[in-house]
């Protein structure tokens, strides 16, 4: 893998913290004779830990942040409904981290067979644990955390209706929300600062570019599987070093962020029989570049009441292939890597978790651990723990300019 894709480096590799359903994030409340308001959320503090001194000129050694994500849900009596779901971050170290966003808000318009929503939302596709290729709809909120699961919200005008046949999503995006970065001063970023200002877009209309989407869905026996075609701008961008757009721009150089206009065709299915679940995520892509097929699958095997126990315990592998391989235009680290992971989950009353994971190439010597856990304190507390070791990181990775980055990060939330 070449460094001239420097900005693909690691913010989406390895576990999620809570596993992949191949299901669509939505809100459909049953229609009630009375109308109801609900307030909930979170506020959390959180420390990051590194190991080592940082590589580049102005990282902070270590940072501490604060977070807040509170919810407000009222319901109607005809069982429509709104949600605004608005989250904040002040960070110590990174500017760019300290940034706020609304989640959510939309008004939802539910019947029996069909719902209509319309404003900011959230929605998930996929199936495997590891890596999401065919999640599309939402931009990821990468300088909140660096395994890619956060996302930002996203405009949206949305259609769906389920039949005995199964289910069709209509979306409307009428605007585009660019990925975040790390800045200068914070960790876990390639040596180029990612320039967000600067960003190109292919579509003469940028931002407000009006993007499509439909899918079809269904369930059968123990069988859920989705098929999406998508049309608008990419989520994910292409990293351009400034000195390849302009050799005599002045400043340091940076990366700069591309756009394309793509089309895009995904398919996901998760398969559930006895204790064991397979996972399958394909893609076909069309976009600036050569087009290209990527595919991530595997199996996770459940067993429970662990030696008797209570706990369950499950182990998870799957494997990731994207046909561009290490192609230096590309931004792209999983192109032949093989995923071995392990869950423990105790079943008490304190809802504790454990998660680890590695990821390896298979073709590289290159390979990244992730131990991630998390338990509940009285009613309204959780402690989660995590800690990434980037173990194997080659002067050709995409990784090696975060090889000094190892770190523990531990968070203190309390839901409301």
């Known amino acids: 893998m070449s460094r001239l894709a420097l900005g693909a480096w690691i913010l989406a590799i390895l576990p999620a913290g809570t596993g992949a359903a191949?299901?669509?994030?939505q809100e459909t409340a049953p229609a009630s004779s009375q109308s109801r308001d609900e307030f909930s959320g979170w506020v959390a503090a959180e420390g990051r830990l590194f190991f080592h001194d940082p590589l580049f000129a102005g990282q902070r050694e270590q940072d501490a942040s604060v977070a807040a994500q509170p919810e407000y849900y009222h319901r109607w009596r005809d069982g429509s409904a709104i949600t605004f779901v608005p989250f904040g971050r002040l960070d110590s170290a990174d500017p760019e981290r300290t940034h706020w966003d609304i989640r959510e808000l939309n008004y939802l318009y539910p019947r029996d067979d069909w719902f209509f929503r319309v404003g900011v939302a959230r929605v998930f596709w996929g199936s495997t644990e590891f890596v999401h290729l065919v999640d599309i709809v939402n931009q990821t909120d990468w300088v909140e955390?660096?395994?890619g699961e956060d996302k930002l919200g996203q405009p949206m005008v949305e259609f769906s209706i389920t039949k005995g046949w199964g289910t069709l999503d209509f979306m409307i995006l009428p605007y585009f929300r660019e990925r975040t970065f790390p800045g200068q001063h914070g960790r876990l970023r390639p040596e180029l600062v990612i320039d967000t200002d600067d960003a190109i877009f292919r579509s003469s209309s940028k931002e407000r570019n009006i993007d499509l989407v439909a899918r079809y869905s269904r369930t059968i026996g123990g069988l859920d599987f989705g098929v999406y075609i998508f049309g608008g701008t990419g989520r994910e961008p292409l990293l351009v070093p400034s000195t390849f757009l302009d050799p005599n721009a002045p400043g340091a150089p940076k990366l700069i962020p591309f756009y394309e206009?793509?089309?895009?065709?995904?398919?996901?299915?998760?398969?559930?029989t006895g204790n064991w679940l397979w996972k399958l995520e394909a893609l076909y892509h069309k976009g600036y570049l050569d087009p290209y097929f990527a595919a991530t699958g595997g199996l996770e095997y459940t067993f429970v009441g662990f030696a008797?126990?209570?706990?369950?315990?499950?182990?998870l592998v799957e494997y990731a292939w994207d046909q561009r391989g290490d192609d230096p235009t590309t931004t792209s680290l999983f192109d032949n890597d093989i995923f071995l992971g392990m869950r423990l989950t105790p079943n008490d009353a304190a809802s504790t978790m454990l998660l680890a994971g590695i990821m390896q190439d298979l073709a590289e010597a290159e390979s990244v651990l992730r131990v991630e856990a998390s338990r509940r304190f009285g009613s309204h507390w959780r402690l989660s723990l995590e800690a990434w070791w980037f173990l194997a990181t080659p002067e050709d990775s995409l990784i090696y300019s975060v090889r000094d980055d190892?770190?523990?990060r531990m968070e203190m939330a309390y839901y409301f």
Request: glycine share 10%; proline share 0%.
């Open 145 to 147: 955390h660096i395994d």
């Open 22 to 25: 191949a299901e669509k994030t």
């Open 308 to 315: 008797g126990s209570r706990s369950d315990v499950g182990v």
């Open 261 to 272: 206009q793509i089309t895009q065709i995904g398919t996901d299915l998760q398969y559930a």
């Open 406 to 408: 190892d770190f523990v």
